[in-house]
């Protein structure tokens, strides 16, 4: 079956353009979520939706960045006026899970992620 | 700002050699998960143990957790060239989502 897919896998921007990135998770999956992952570090969070509510909000760095699921399925992180500290892999990922649900599993499947350079 | 800290953070052995990992973190959890990253590509789960778990196997991995020291270790047996990659634990609190990563650490499997 599909895993979750991203594009595109590399963008370059210059300096104060903005991007979009898009994250397909896999059908079905309730949770998205969307981390940043600079280089030689782990990833860290930025933001989860469940279906198209966004429930948490708190890793986005500036509001620059912006994200949004309107159907509950895609997702878009938009990050507008890029600046050269936005370069970044952006990994999205998916989990069955529910909030509140007596199911602690939160195993999220991760895509192969979008590396942003910006000049 | 990243909660886990993996040790080592470069690791370099010989082909067939066990390889372990430790993560420790900071906070109460649910969940701690170990994933793989190889060079430029995505995060690919390994293996996940609850907080009530203190062991877990799967093929080749082993995992332990001791909530008492907030630490876990990754032991992969037998080790292969294609075991190069980088591991990351990552974990998750109590009736929150996201999961908090350490910084990995880079195992190099040498033929």
């Known amino acids: 079956g599909a895993g979750v897919s991203q594009s595109p896998r590399y963008k370059v921007a210059k300096r104060g353009q903005d991007v979009a990135l898009r994250c397909d998770p896999i059908s079905g999956h309730v949770s998205l979520f969307w981390y940043q992952q600079a280089l030689g570090q782990g990833p860290e969070f930025l933001t989860y939706?469940?279906?198209?509510?966004?429930?948490?909000k708190s890793g986005l760095p500036s509001d620059r960045f912006f994200a949004e699921r309107p159907e509950g399925s895609v997702s878009t992180l938009k990050i507008q006026r890029t600046q050269q500290e936005d370069s970044a892999v952006y990994l999205c990922?998916?989990?069955?899970?529910?909030?509140?649900?007596?199911?602690?599993?939160?195993?999220?499947?991760f895509g192969p992620g979008t590396r942003l350079t910006v000049l | 700002s990243q909660q886990g800290e993996e040790d080592p953070q470069a690791l370099s052995i010989q082909e067939g050699e066990n390889a372990t990992m430790n993560c420790s973190y900071k906070?109460?959890?649910?969940?701690l998960q170990w994933y793989r990253q190889n060079s430029g590509r995505g995060l690919v789960h390994l293996i996940l143990?609850?907080?009530?778990?203190r062991e877990k196997h799967s093929g080749r991995l082993r995992v332990t957790l001791d909530t008492s020291k907030k630490s876990s270790s990754l032991l992969i047996t037998a080790s292969r060239a294609a075991d190069t990659a980088s591991y990351f634990c990552?974990?998750?609190?109590?009736?929150?989502?996201?999961?908090?990563f350490g910084q990995g650490t880079r195992l190099t499997i040498n033929p």
């Open positions: 990552a974990t998750d609190r109590p009736g929150a989502q996201k999961l908090v």
């Open positions: 906070t109460s959890i649910n969940n």
């Open positions: 143990i609850r907080s009530n778990e």
């Open positions: 990922a998916s989990s069955v899970r529910l909030a509140g649900s007596l199911r602690s599993y939160n195993e999220q499947f």
């Open positions: 939706f469940q279906n198209e509510a966004q429930l948490d």
